[in-house]
């Protein structure tokens, strides 16, 4: 064998190690989450554990490592393998500065510190909170530190953790822009509105029949059952291992049927992306979706401009209203549509309409930011959240459950998160704009399915899997990251109305 | 460290190790029977097959073999250590002597031998398959040679791999007791019967109905929803891992609604079993049912002994009736316990009656002895077969499909396996005598749960997991195998009536 096959099996049976522990953790996960026993939580959280130490183990292992250095010398290397050694690489990188004692001891903190951040919002009380949010950012400051190099510093580090190549100065820009621009349009249009939630919108909704609309909409995005589950969870997700085993959750209340339908749309946007990625890349590092933003924009793209549209619904609003005669039977489908896309100023991100999300997004992106910088110190969080909330969303936040306290990710170390979520709506509406050219979606839409729409974005995002980094595939489909096609959208659809 | 306590402490990494494989395996196969999408089965099984590796390789790895035997020279050793490093020992032996070559050629003979068996079967031609049971039979043959030793032989040597220290002596024994017995009865009783089914049994039952009701039988039988699941699958079946997380399935049919009920009666026997072993041995090489033998004491004793009792049906017969109103609303309890408990001469074994089904066993025990021994040949196998069924049971067997070829078993080389169904549901008889000394059944089942026989069986059965070999228990609780109880219940049963 010539040495450059030697480094490629020694490099494949590293990774197939890894494919292993990563398709065991994989199952494992999604069995905890969706049907495991109470009383088996403590042995399957252990070996979730050993399962990410075997991973880790090898990710940390000189001669993996030096494999990995090997084969990126050889010039004729094919060019997902070379990827694949890249993007190992990288990650080592991330770590190799950080002392060992100091990130195991942030793990043990991470543990405690979720624990403790549900204890503070069901009781109200960011004092219990503070200290570990305290040495939380601590530590992120000292990682900034630990991985400074000549070309990445600051928060920058943390923003590339979540989406690769992402920066400050990007996302500056980007809500530069929103605040601008969305901040008084929507002051202006939220001024003389009531807050009241047509009755339909909370009437009870039969949860068998929502199980069965689910299977409809999952239809209309063309889900492969064959190569896909749907299943309940208390929080929906999608998670997948290569493109045969596609898995996605939906939550149903009967109080809020809508609920449902939405998050069933987006984690089909997810489920979409990953049933479409290229069949040569399974069992391949590179064989998932390449990014949170694009995740995102895809997610975003089927719940929200797909999902919302009145094009879509007047094939699928007969249908809806048929399975709930008593309740929808006389509400019209611009009724209906006009539900669906209401904008109102509120506290909670997760439950906030289209429109004014990415404000809240700004909201912690700032902080973060500032907190990163050394601008803003946590002692100072709670008013200067109060503070954002009522600049940019008009409205006084009356409790800590309801503000600062509100989202996970900070308790789990996830600083670098947020901006994910809104930088991948606005692509969404950039990549929707660029597909309006090729394909015509109204007409598309109007057959009762997405097939041309999946076409599209296989094409053009999906196929790829992560065989090239995020921003890549989107420059290639839709250019660099343009907020005034979001904010265009935004405000477009709302003056159509 | 002192020298013992290091050895400890390598064999119970060694352990670890194998939990984790273990409890990954049992994850994977448990998601693979009930709900992976059908594109995802190639990779599973790729996966499932790298697990056993894994764990093949450490109970063959010499520092591990040599770890055991140090440990086992130390008298001051624990007794669950002990035992756990003798099974490891025991484990070991049986395959150290086969040649490596011989033993892989095997595992690749089994994979198309069971796939050569369903088509065998379907096309219901034996020629199909002969090649295959022949070269498996000339394996098994060569095994026993490999294996033979001072203390084991012959056909013991494959019964101990399926029941530990079952003897070919004490199945003889069994046996021609059921022989002498059984046969002459069943002629007798079943001369002069119809076989007609009553409507009430084929008739159409609704599934969701049928799902509920499995709730109110596990509720029955005091199942512990908070360590346990139910699920369906293909076949029912019930898999654990320690006694947090014990799952079983059911199938149902429209048509056949005491299939549903049996099975979920039969898989929560076994269920019961793995929920009652002592918390102590989670996670330790004992933590399971200790022989197929005990299981199957366990789940035809809740199937049968209980499940088809008057005593029993005499709380949930009401409620099944409501449940199903237009079908059983005319059947009276007395009509309902006659029908779940006729004899009948059949050809298929696992549709066969309490009565009957052990004659089915001792068909295939012969056989599968006179195989072993070279007193029989796979070319006059389908004869044999056809014989016995006409003596025992006093039918033609019409096709292999409905006779020689109708179990998975031999296809997948599991000779050896049969016998512990029918000394499984012996034991179930022996031990319910005992415990009718000891505690009022009917009082107890009157209360409408089985918490006072469950709490004997976990004393005298379950808590002890695998901590002693399998005869060891069942002698201290109801003394050595003697075939009368089994023969006594199923007369004295069926002169009942």
């Given at each position: 064998?010539?040495?450059i ?21 994989y ?112 530590f ?116 809020d049927f809508l609920?449902?339908?939405?998050s ?22 590179c ?56 904008v ?17 997004i ?24 109060n ?49 309006s ?8 839409l ?52």
């Amino acid at each position: 064998m010539s040495k450059i096959n030697e480094l490629k099996a020694k490099y494949k049976s590293y990774v197939d190690e890894m494919l292993l522990y990563g398709h065991c953790g994989y199952v494992l996960s999604w069995d905890m989450e969706t049907e495991a026993p109470n009383g088996s939580v403590n042995d399957r959280s252990k070996y979730l554990g050993e399962l990410s130490k075997k991973g880790f183990q090898i990710v940390m292992n000189p001669d993996y490592i030096n494999t990995i250095n090997s084969l990126l010398e050889y010039s004729t290397l094919d060019k997902i393998t070379r990827h694949g050694c890249e993007l190992a690489k990288i990650g080592y990188d991330k770590i190799k500065n950080i002392p060992e004692n100091e990130y195991v001891e942030f793990q043990v903190l991470l543990g405690q510190s979720q624990h403790i951040w549900g204890q503070a919002k069901r009781s109200n009380n960011f004092e219990l909170f503070k200290p570990y949010l305290k040495k939380i950012v601590e530590f992120k400051r000292k990682e900034i530190a630990y991985r400074t190099t000549a070309d990445k510093k600051g928060y920058d580090i943390l923003l590339d953790d979540f989406e690769p190549n992402l920066t400050q100065k990007t996302c500056d820009k980007f809500f530069d822009y929103l605040r601008a621009n969305l901040v008084p349009y929507i002051n202006k249009i939220t001024k003389s509105k009531t807050n009241e939630k047509p009755a339909f919108v909370t009437a009870k909704y039969n949860l068998d029949k929502q199980r069965k609309f689910s299977r409809t909409l999952m239809k209309s995005l063309c889900f492969d059952n064959e190569r896909g589950v749907i299943k309940e969870s208390e929080h929906p997700f999608t998670s997948n291992f290569n493109n045969t085993d596609v898995r996605f959750t939906v939550h149903y209340y009967e109080k809020d049927f809508l609920s449902a339908i939405f998050s069933c749309l987006h984690e089909l946007g997810h489920a979409t992306y990953e049933q479409q990625i290229d069949s040569s890349l399974n069992n391949t590092v590179c064989s998932g979706g390449v990014s949170m933003v694009v995740h995102e924009s895809q997610s975003r793209m089927y719940e929200n401009i797909i999902g919302r549209s009145k094009e879509y619904w007047q094939v699928y609003y007969p249908k809806l209203q048929r399975m709930f005669k008593a309740n929808l039977g006389n509400v019209s489908l611009d009724e209906f549509i006009a539900a669906i896309n209401t904008v109102e100023k509120t506290l909670i991100r997760i439950e906030a309409d289209e429109m004014t999300y990415p404000l809240h997004i700004m909201v912690r992106y700032e902080l973060e930011r500032d907190l990163m910088s050394g601008k803003l110190e946590v002692d100072n969080i709670e008013q200067a959240w109060n503070k954002k909330i009522k600049d940019y969303l008009g409205i006084d936040v009356p409790s800590v459950a309801l503000g600062v306290l509100q989202d996970v990710h900070w308790s789990g170390g996830m600083i670098g998160y947020f901006p994910t979520y809104a930088i991948g709506s606005a692509y969404a509406a950039q990549l929707f704009a660029m597909m309006s050219k090729d394909i015509d979606i109204p007409a598309s839409l109007a057959k009762g399915n997405t097939k041309q729409i999946n076409k599209w974005l296989k094409e053009k995002i999906h196929r790829f899997g992560s065989t090239k980094y995020p921003n890549e595939i989107l420059h290639d489909a839709c250019g660099d990251l343009d907020p005034k096609y979001y904010v265009d959208y935004l405000i477009g659809k709302h003056k159509d109305k």
